[in-house]
């Protein structure tokens, strides 16, 4: 492949910084290594084969997805793969069933309903599906809240024919803060969890599988009593959320998005032409939207569509027009949803490129 | 074309309704008529060129556009191109630089050094190319904030070869409130841009065009004195943000996402499969990331990667799971950012595909 000088790449451009990618892996790999851990990380942050592949053969035990069109792009390089969303409808369920029969799929639901249905789409196709009952843990945004109900769930599932009742999931999204002070909410997880694995091994249900974990809490994943898997996304490149709460230091962010500064006609600021079509709005309670890479004093104070604002108030640095600049976005799952591709690099020097070919929601 | 039916098209899914669709193109075609106003729309809305087409038939002068991208795909449908963003580097020049010789191409800018980057290219490709002085009318993103500066920067297009200096341009987007409340605003944004124009015309710099407009402040663009020409980009679809601004009634909102219900294990809401992949965050001061077309009681709440959360605290509506609604997103651009296709609809009935082809960043 005849690649372009990082130079000639147009703006703006995903950049991934492959040592750190590396380093990045190598640390998650022998985190769950050290601490007896399965390991399914979560595709949909960077949407692209090779590098699950990468994960793959770093340790990884399978990938999670969360989308048909993920599940069917990672079928090609793993053998086992979570969707770990329920799966409502006749074409999802269809493309989720038409996965190459090696691949052993798993999916995460909530409902009877949803149960059903995939019971349904299961029993037509011949195929066997792993089910994975899902429950609250303080986000309140899916999950079964109560242990009567996730009993219930469970047991339905188990006496499905074509589904394979595994165990439970959870995602425990509310613990949004700095890895230093999570120790309480992780203690308030280990114990409603707790309450639920007693009341599934009463029944007979006991999981095998007790799935759960994020990117925040990363690093004190052990701390939850009874996971035995985790599925953190964004572990392979970081972003500022992750700096943020203390999960990476700024030498580990392997992700950035090269930008041109395209204006510098209002005094106090430089204008970028990465705007929230690149970067993505989201929001972090320290304000902004990225910051600088090797200027972290240097925020993206504002984003409209193909502008970012970047605030010059704490430095004394003024780029001309022209300049270009590295911007870590504040959640970089969603930035990569707005690439076309990313660009491996090695400092200045381009190693290859990516499609995001997770991309999108039709069929391969 | 062999159209699926609306109940076998997988969710999430962007729907535009063409009936109101059409109505919308009238009546803004219809106001330009009225106030002797040059309509070029902002085609970063929609991103398709048929749809580009259809303005074009109905009235509009020629398109704007944000990306070169945009422009390529445009350039099918379009003779005249504006490009309402410097253009700054040499990929996107060389692109610009290789539309077809029958596309007028305009673009706005604020920098000597944009400037300059734009006049080498022009020479080195043999074509002409339009330049608008891009001014500062209170937004304090981009463009000129003094009159000085931007008889200067006139002055150089207009003695540079290869370059037609045509006008001025600026985009009130700190007007962001109802359109009731929007009079003392204008009427600043008259002031400030006659100081500019008086400014110009003294310097015998007199612009033809004064391209200026917001869809926010559309339907009282007469107010603004000197202004020749508008650019609304949302008008053809509206959003939250223009029902919330009284741009539009509930009745002309035209894009819808299409979505089901895939939990209600958390009491007091439905979670549905469209996130911020489907809807993009983007904030409102009324809150809220959306709102249901048919019951404008529910909000969207809340928005994960890949999940919205409905709020039913003030409905008695309690949907089941597999059940299918429409939400209208706050900003309509970024939610089609997001969509491979907007399926065209009347009532429950697919009429057509478009394919968002302005989407992304690469060539054509």
């Not at 793959?56 to 969360?66: K, R």
């Not at 369920?93 to 090696?102: E, I, K, Q």
């Not at 309450?195 to 599988?209: C, D, V, Y």
């Not at 870590?328 to 200045?348: F, K």
């Amino acid at each position: 492949m005849n690649l372009p000088s990082l130079d000639s790449i147009e703006t703006p451009a995903a950049l991934v910084d492959v040592d750190r990618l590396e380093l990045n892996l190598q640390k998650a790999a022998a985190y769950v290594r050290d601490h007896g851990l399965r390991w399914r990380p979560h595709t949909k942050t960077h949407k692209v084969p090779a590098l699950a592949a990468r994960q793959l053969e770093a340790g990884a035990a399978g990938v999670t997805v969360a989308t048909p069109r993920e599940a069917e792009v990672m079928s090609a390089v793993a053998e086992d793969v979570l969707l770990a969303y329920s799966p409502v409808g006749a074409s999802k369920l269809a493309r989720l069933m038409a996965l190459p029969r090696r691949v052993r799929l798993s999916v995460a639901l909530d409902s009877h309903e949803a149960l059903a249905g995939l019971r349904e789409a299961a029993r037509a196709s011949g195929r066997t599906v792993g089910v994975l009952v899902e429950l609250e843990m303080g986000m309140r945004r899916v999950g079964l809240p109560s242990p009567e109900g996730a009993v219930a769930l469970a047991r339905d599932a188990s006496e499905s024919e074509g589904l394979d009742y595994q165990g439970v999931m959870f995602y425990p999204g509310h613990i949004r803060m700095p890895l230093k002070e999570q120790g309480p909410a992780l203690a308030e997880v280990s114990r409603r969890l707790g309450t639920f694995l007693e009341a599934l091994e009463a029944a007979g249900l006991k999981p095998g599988l007790v799935s759960g974990g994020s990117t925040p809490t990363l690093w004190r994943s052990h701390e939850v009593v009874g996971m035995n898997e985790i599925r953190p996304g964004i572990t392979p490149f970081f972003d500022r959320a992750s700096l943020w709460m203390g999960v990476c230091g700024a030498e580990e962010v392997a992700y950035s998005v090269l930008a041109t500064v395209v204006s510098t006609a209002v005094s106090g600021q430089a204008v970028i032409d990465a705007g929230s079509k690149a970067l993505a709005k989201e929001e972090l309670p320290v304000g902004g939207y990225g910051v600088l890479g090797d200027r972290p004093e240097v925020e993206v104070r504002a984003l409209s569509e193909e502008h970012g604002m970047l605030d010059l108030s704490r430095t004394t640095w003024r780029p001309r027009v022209g300049e270009r600049v590295r911007v870590v976005p504040n959640h970089v799952c969603v930035s990569v949803n707005l690439q076309d591709e990313l660009w491996a690099v090695r400092g200045e020097q381009v190693m290859g490129r990516w499609e995001v070919m997770g991309r999108g929601r039709g069929p391969v």
